[in-house]
């Protein structure tokens, strides 16, 4: 089982991705904003352990949602690899730009990324 080890005591991981977490309950919840540091230990997708300075911001039923930063940079690059989004295709560009799809709503839900456009819509 995936888990966080904070103050010696460990907590099932619920969700993890390149940046963010959510894990608990914690009996006793921190503030948010408080910085943590964390031992994340990966065994479902790939067996992984490394430590990592998070963040919390949000905190419901004693769930902590987070960001986090690896303190190695090696366990950085190696979390992007694993849990990172597939790039977008530039034929889902094509399409939202001859559907007339709106860029910024797919943009905010992590469809396509911010910066991405469309050099001709007319295609």
Known sequence: MD????????????????TGLLFGPVRLPPAIDENLELRIVL?????????????VIA???GMLACRYWCERRDDAALLELI??????????????GKVGADRAMLATRGLI??????????D
Do not use: H
């Open 3 to 18: 888990c966080v080890v904070w103050r010696g005591q460990g907590y099932g991981l619920s969700k993890i991705s390149t």
């Open 43 to 55: 065994r479902q997708r790939r067996r992984m352990e490394f430590v990592a300075n998070a963040r």
């Open 59 to 61: 905190e419901s039923g």
């Open 83 to 96: 849990y990172a989004r597939p790039p977008v295709s530039d034929a889902l560009v094509q399409w939202v």
């Open 113 to 122: 990324p911010k910066s991405y456009t469309v050099a001709n819509d007319s």
